[in-house]
């Protein structure tokens, strides 16, 4: 464990940019309100090896909200590791870090 030189007002991350933010706010509100818009899927024609459109149809979101949910995450952790590393000035945008936070 190493003994680091920065205080409370040092910032650990730098600037924030709201494009990742943004997309990830879209993509995680499309995997919540789409599967619970009932109307959407409130009947039973058509169906799909012999399931009605009502059961298939919450199934097919499982994995499609598991991407998406996955896809979000990516995005959260890339702009985190950018902007820790505008902080640190080591410009890895993909780089990792120990438990205090420094570039290996």
């Not at 030189?5 to 789409?34: D, F, M, Q, W």
């Not at 410009?91 to 438990?99: K, L, P, W």
């Amino acid at each position: 464990m190493s003994i680091s030189n920065t205080t409370h007002e040092s910032p650990t991350r730098g600037p924030a940019k709201p494009l990742p933010y943004v997309i990830s706010g879209i993509l995680l509100a499309a995997a919540i309100v789409l599967p619970l818009s009932v109307p959407l899927y409130a009947h039973a024609d058509p169906h799909l090896f012999g399931f009605p459109f009502f059961y298939w149809y919450q199934m097919m979101w499982v994995p499609i909200c598991a991407a998406l949910i996955g896809i979000s995450y990516k995005l959260m952790i890339t702009e985190d590791n950018r902007r820790r590393a505008d902080v640190k000035g080591a410009g890895t945008i993909n780089g990792s870090y120990d438990a205090e936070g420094d570039a290996k």
